[in-house]
């Protein structure tokens, strides 16, 4: 497996990491946890090292899969987790990012994760109860500690980013980016760039859509899979941007690659500082999606790929307009 550094001041990883909210959280039931296990050994022996997880994903039940599963491994892997909600009473819906919060948090993640150290604390969602320098503050005492290595950001703007990159700097920031969503090419990008801060877009797949799979006969459990609430997702939506798919379909049977592939192949190829975070709760999955690292396009594919997916308008919004403002 390829090796990238996440910016100036992150850890080196695998050009691929795993995201690993859907093993049991928000993808309808959870799978079973000790086939999660294996799931999360075997990558690591195909060569991904850098797994991403959350308090919220459960709550808490994500963070204790990852304890089990790597723990005996730890040495070898580089885990992200995040804080930011208040979960206490199960739901995880109030946001929460005081600083006595965040060392609370990080307290229980680590006995959670069966470490000493979390790799990259991220801020999962901004508070605007809480001023970000406050809570890089408090992310940067917990590095003088010993308790974390590296501070990350979850969905800001430019500003929210150089403020708390001026009190701690951030290693990563996370926020979606794909074939379907490239607003982060705006403005978020270059910022990332000037600054020396990596990139870790999670669904790179458009929340599975780029893999070719759903159609709009799809269906979604509105109990358990968060997709049901989303304008992307509804029938006529799938429908219509099918057309996508089929362009990025096309163009990877040039060099016998998968939608998904091409889809994680272009990510890879925007910057050498972007590591995308796809989930999976299936390990032939596992495999087609580390066999992405090797796909190769020249940049004049690249360009003639970029013309045509611009010209492709597409239905549905990215959230309800409910949560566009927090999410």
Not at 56 to 71: D, K, Q, R, T, W
Not at 138 to 162: M, N, S
Request: charged fraction near 25%.
């Amino acid at each position: 497996m390829k090796k990238r550094i996440l910016g100036k001041n992150g850890p080196e990883v695998s050009a691929l990491g795993l995201g690993c909210m859907g093993m049991s959280y928000h993808r309808g039931p959870a799978p079973d946890r000790t086939e999660m296990i294996a799931l999360l050994r075997k990558a690591v022996e195909l060569g991904i090292t850098f797994f991403d997880t959350a308090e919220v994903y459960g709550p808490f039940i994500n963070e204790e899969l990852l304890g089990e599963a790597l723990s005996p491994l730890r040495k070898d892997v580089v885990i992200a987790t995040k804080f930011g909600f208040n979960c206490e009473d199960g739901k995880p819906s109030v946001l929460d990012s005081r600083p006595e919060r965040i060392r609370l948090v990080a307290e229980k993640s680590l006995k959670r994760l069966k470490c000493e150290c979390i790799d990259i604390f991220y801020q999962h969602r901004l508070d605007p109860n809480v001023p970000i320098e406050d809570v890089a503050g408090a992310v940067k005492d917990l590095i003088r500690q010993g308790k974390v290595k590296h501070f990350g950001l979850c969905e800001v703007g430019p500003q929210t980013i150089r403020r708390a990159h001026a009190v701690q700097p951030i290693a990563a920031l996370q926020s979606e980016y794909s074939l379907m969503w490239r607003e982060p090419e705006t403005d978020i990008l270059p910022t990332l760039e000037e600054l020396g801060i990596g990139f870790a877009p999670y669904s790179p797949l458009g929340r599975g859509y780029l893999s070719g799979e759903l159609n709009e006969h799809s269906r979604f459990d509105a109990g358990n899979d968060n997709r049901a609430a989303l304008p992307r997702f509804t029938a006529e939506a799938m429908k219509a941007n099918r057309v996508l798919v089929d362009l990025i379909s096309e163009f990877g049977r040039r060099k016998n690659a998968t939608p998904a592939q091409v889809a994680f192949a272009w990510l890879l190829s925007r910057k050498p500082w972007i590591v995308p975070i796809p989930g999976t709760t299936k390990p032939a999955r596992l495999q087609e999606n580390i066999k992405a690292v090797e796909v190769e396009f020249t940049p004049e594919e690249w360009r003639e790929l970029e013309s045509a997916v611009a010209k492709v308008k597409l239905q549905g919004d990215r959230y309800p307009a409910s949560q566009a403002t927090r999410l």
